[in-house]
């Protein structure tokens, strides 16, 4: 069974950098393209960060352009996302997930999801 887990989430303040991490297992990821999505409270899922199945293109929300990094190690079947300058907008439950091929920011094209970490950014 295929399987994606999210960890590295906490509470932090404005200003200071996080590093998520995302382990799949079941199978190998490495021909799927790997994303992270967030939730805030009462909002709709949010594209935050993509990267394709070998690595040589990574996409970003305008909100994070600059700040964050995605980055993947097909040989430990992890992506990371590497979170600088974190304001409180960055507030939401993080998740990672993963699709077949192509790297899109549509969430209904991703196969499978991790159960999510949550990120607070106070003061």
């Known amino acids: 069974q295929a399987q994606l887990v999210e960890s590295g989430g906490g509470l932090v303040r404005p200003g200071d950098s996080l590093r998520l991490s995302c382990a799949a297992s079941?199978?190998?990821?490495?021909?799927?393209?790997m994303a992270w999505f967030r939730q805030a409270p009462e909002k709709e899922r949010e594209f935050v960060a993509g990267i394709s199945w070998t690595g040589g293109s990574t996409y970003y929300a305008d909100s994070v352009k600059g700040r964050f990094a995605i980055s993947r190690d097909n040989a430990k079947n992890t992506v990371y996302l590497q979170m600088n300058s974190l304001k409180a907008e960055d507030t939401a439950v993080y998740y990672c997930?993963?699709?077949?091929?192509?790297?899109?920011?549509?969430?209904?094209?991703?196969?499978?999801w991790g159960q999510g970490t949550q990120v607070t950014v106070s003061s």
């Open positions: 997930a993963a699709k077949y091929a192509g790297l899109t920011t549509y969430s209904g094209d991703y196969d499978y």
């Open positions: 079941g199978r190998a990821f490495s021909n799927y393209a």
